[in-house]
């Protein structure tokens, strides 16, 4: 295996809502294309956001590996037009590399979400200015909720949101697609439900959960109020939550 597709390989890791991987990475010996790939959208992917996150995240991953092999990774963003909203062209020079985004190449490599309940524990100052930092080294903004009014107000507003996308058909329909069974023909993408950090009676509720006519049924009944209880209790049992945001509304921003 060449550079050029270590580095593609480093890219294709990046996270993504549902794992769907909305992207299409071309490499050559000297260049990295990465496009969104609007195939890849939901109604929750509002004007293609989402997506340009995950493009984004992939990126990053490029740099990181770049630098990790001895070279660095100039990256342009682009619009595009609506077949490819956002696509971004890496040039890939030797000499000057970057050593801190080097250093990042084996845990960029080790990282992976983690669906396990968190602990209430106070985070330490340092990582919290780590993170801070960080962010704003992007171009970003770091804002961390870490008062249990703060986080009980975060938890409400997400279950509330996961409420409305059990019972609204158009956002069910998709969330279920994302999630990938024992024996399902496509285990590459999506979700699998053996790693959702669910015990064996959450994963017969799910089973349930996933049929369109039991929502449908709540929706007439105006009820499922508990179907945002799971979001609540991993926001309100956690130390913090952490909201990066970015000035700008385009695709590039």
């Known amino acids: 295996t060449d550079v050029a597709e270590l580095i593609a390989m480093a890219a294709t890791r990046a996270p993504s809502g549902g794992n769907v991987q909305p992207w299409h990475i071309e490499s050559t010996r000297d260049r990295l294309s990465l496009r969104l790939a609007t195939e890849c959208t939901t109604t929750m ?7 340009a996150m995950a493009l984004g995240a992939a990126a990053f991953n490029a740099k990181v590996a770049a630098a990790a092999h001895g070279l660095t990774g100039d990256l342009q963003w682009h619009r595009g037009d609506e077949g490819t909203p956002l696509y971004g062209i890496m040039q890939l020079s030797s000499g000057c590399s970057d050593p801190a985004l080097a250093a990042l190449y084996e845990p ?7 669906r396990a309940y968190g602990s209430p524990a106070s ?45 609204t058909p158009t956002l069910h329909r998709e969330m279920f697609s994302e999630l990938r069974w024992p024996g399902d023909p496509d285990p590459d993408t999506g979700l699998d439900v053996t790693m959702l950090g669910l015990d064996p009676g959450d994963l ?33 049992g956690s130390a913090a939550v ?11 921003d």
């Open 45 to 51: 992917d509002v004007g293609y956001r989402g997506s």
């Open 108 to 114: 960029m490599l080790q990282r992976e979400t983690n």
């Open 123 to 167: 985070i330490a100052p340092d990582i919290v200015d780590a993170l801070t930092a960080a962010a704003q080294s992007e171009g970003a903004r770091l804002s961390v909720l870490d008062t249990t009014s703060d986080i009980e107000a975060a938890a409400k507003i997400i279950a509330e949101a996961d409420r409305i996308r059990y019972l």
């Open 204 to 236: 017969v509720l799910l089973d349930i959960l996933r049929r369109p006519e039991v929502m449908a049924r709540l929706t007439d009944w105006n009820a499922g109020t508990a179907l945002g209880d799971d979001a609540y209790k991993r926001l309100a």
């Open 242 to 252: 952490a909201v990066i945001s970015v000035q700008g509304r385009r695709l590039t």
